[in-house]
DNA sequence: TAGTTGCTTCCATTCAGTGGAAGTTCTGGT
DNA sequence: ACCAGAACTTCCACTGAATGGAAGCAACTA
């Protein structure tokens, strides 16, 4: 969701002639907030997840109320209502970070906990049969976001992560997701411009449809030097018991400039065997 | 947490004689509820957490409305307000779930998305050299709380999984976290009385002392057949840089009588490995 | 068809949450 | 050591947001 602290001024100033009488009347500068108590707690815990990747893990109460949009005393109120529940912690130092709590919940949210536990011994032989980083992710709103990742010690750092969200038309999972969406999620999402990360990511809408008509085809996305230099990636699909795509696994292998086919076959063989773990059964749908 | 329930008077304000709806005679006393709404807010997430294991991924409004003991209009509201913000969903069903967002925020919480990312790879080799369960857990509150849990498809059947609390005396990893624990934990632990899972579960006192003792001499932790039947397991503790243990990994096994020293190495060698991530160096302590 | 259970909406009442301001503690500059 | 300033905590009078009883729906089922 947006960001934008929805802090909103009412300017008597404004021609906006709402007529509401009374009050709002000349000058009046009412810094008017309409959240709701709820929507004020949520934009404190969302203040943690706010500008994506490396920035801070741990917070202060006033980073927190700048980025809440709310006042400190408000704010530290309300921050003491989290920690005592446990949805944040207060360290000794006096900055603030997510709560246990919230991890120990987080776990336990349905869609996550099925697939990991599912998919987690399909994962772990893709990764020792490869030995590349492995890659679980599900199509959430606009992007892949990242359920699971296993990788060895040497791995090639790479910007994904649990709990990432990355996007769908430059990662290999992220592609397959979109080959098998339904046609209006496709249509909206190459409606907006689709960002360019390197010189080979693919943004041009009619030439990533053809690319997911291709992956349908192949049941199978090949991706390279697309998100990040150097490195290039297979993903294929993961379907449920009604033949839906649900999710998609991938390697991130380092780019080379040949395809190797044990590769592929052991992507392949990952995602099929999730899928029949979740109850697919090929006859269904050619 | 405070709250117990405080009374008082339910004005009469009967104007007419409106029938009481039966409840009792004149000056009824009403329980009133002194929560406030952040902690209605969180009572409505913990009703999802409520009974351990097995039951309700899914609930139905009105038995949320139970569990976390609001009336049945102010739960609507509030899961409203959860929903929109992402921390719960609604299904086709009517049925209402943990939501993604938690899940997403839950993943982020420093000490387990660190200790989870450094350790993971060490987790991976332990589990291909022994092909066994392998867990990693660490101390909060009086449980051992399970952050990583890998196994292969053949796995025996075990309680544990991804953000379960198990006992400290019944468990590999809680033997050893407590093995290690501050004085006061391990006495106030031991002040309790202890289930007896299995007729093999140590619960007395003075022998589990014996054996934390035992533990801390060995550095590692044996235990057979005191939580789950045919189960035992082999821990040892993970320490950060200030040579404190802040975690244990374990591997769980189909009973056998004979010791195998391979496994034990093997753990031991896992948990060196992430203790040695985490910053130690064995020279800061014996 | 009437009864039951479960969900949703409404709205007058009131009391919980609000946030400005004053008080307190921590930080770092000279 | 001393002070300035920032960051945090506490206080409390005021008010509009949250509350929950009740009535209205909707979906089952006996």
Same mark, same amino acid.
Request: no cysteine; glycine share 8%; charged share 20%.
């Given at each position: 969701?947006?960001?934008?602290?929805?802090?909103?001024?009412?300017?008597?100033?404004?021609?906006?002639?709402? *007529?509401?009488?009374?009050?709002?009347?000349?000058?009046?500068?009412?810094?008017?907030?309409?959240?709701?108590?709820?929507?004020?707690?949520?934009?404190?815990?969302?203040?943690?997840?706010? &500008?994506?990747?490396?920035?801070? !893990?741990?917070?202060?109460?006033?980073?927190?109320?700048?980025?809440?949009?709310?006042?400190?005393?408000?704010?530290?109120?309300?921050?003491?209502?989290?920690?005592?529940?446990?949805?944040?912690?207060?360290?000794?130092?006096?900055?603030?970070?997510?709560?246990?709590?919230?991890?120990?919940?987080?776990?336990?949210?349905?869609?996550? !906990?099925?697939?990991?536990?599912?998919?987690?011994?399909?994962?772990?032989?893709?990764?020792?049969?490869?030995?590349?980083?492995?890659?679980?992710?599900?199509?959430?709103?606009?992007?892949?976001?990242?359920?699971?990742?296993?990788?060895?010690?040497?791995?090639?750092?790479?910007?994904?992560?649990?709990?990432?969200?990355?996007?769908?038309?430059?990662?290999?999972?992220?592609?397959?997701?979109?080959?098998?969406?339904?046609?209006?999620?496709?249509?909206?999402?190459?409606?907006?411009?689709?960002?360019?990360?390197?010189?080979?990511?693919?943004?041009? &809408?009619?030439?990533?449809?053809?690319?997911?008509?291709?992956?349908?085809?192949?049941?199978?996305?090949?991706? *390279?030097?697309?998100?990040?230099?150097?490195? *290039?990636?297979?993903?294929?699909?993961?379907?449920?018991?009604?033949?839906?795509?649900?999710?998609?696994?991938?390697?991130?292998?380092?780019?080379?400039?040949?395809?190797?086919?044990?590769?592929?076959?052991?992507?392949?063989?990952?995602?099929?065997?999730?899928?029949?773990?979740?109850?697919?059964?090929?006859?269904?749908?050619?």
């Amino acid at each position: 969701m947006s960001g934008k602290p929805a802090l909103k001024r009412t300017v008597g100033a404004d021609a906006g002639g709402n *007529s509401d009488a009374g009050s709002s009347a000349a000058g009046t500068i009412a810094p008017v907030d309409d959240r709701s108590v709820a929507a004020r707690l949520f934009a404190i815990l969302d203040a943690f997840a706010a &500008p994506a990747g490396a920035t801070s !893990r741990t917070l202060t109460l006033t980073t927190i109320a700048q980025r809440a949009g709310l006042p400190l005393s408000t704010t530290h109120r309300l921050v003491a209502e989290w920690v005592s529940w446990g949805g944040l912690s207060k360290h000794e130092n006096g900055q603030y970070s997510l709560g246990m709590k919230l991890w120990e919940l987080g776990v336990q949210t349905p869609t996550a !906990r099925n697939l990991r536990t599912i998919a987690l011994p399909y994962l772990e032989d893709l990764y020792e049969t490869t030995r590349e980083h492995v890659h679980l992710a599900i199509l959430d709103g606009r992007d892949a976001l990242y359920l699971e990742k296993l990788s060895g010690h040497h791995a090639v750092r790479l910007i994904s992560r649990v709990g990432a969200r990355l996007p769908l038309h430059s990662t290999g999972v992220g592609l397959v997701l979109l080959a098998y969406a339904p046609t209006d999620v496709v249509q909206q999402y190459l409606a907006a411009s689709l960002e360019r990360f390197l010189p080979r990511t693919v943004t041009e &809408p009619e030439a990533v449809r053809q690319r997911l008509a291709e992956i349908r085809l192949l049941g199978l996305a090949r991706m *390279s030097e697309e998100m990040t230099a150097g490195s *290039s990636s297979i993903a294929a699909p993961i379907r449920d018991r009604t033949g839906q795509v649900v999710a998609a696994v991938s390697i991130v292998t380092r780019t080379t400039d040949t395809v190797d086919p044990e590769q592929e076959r052991a992507v392949r063989l990952a995602a099929q065997g999730v899928s029949r773990a979740l109850g697919y059964r090929r006859a269904q749908q050619s």
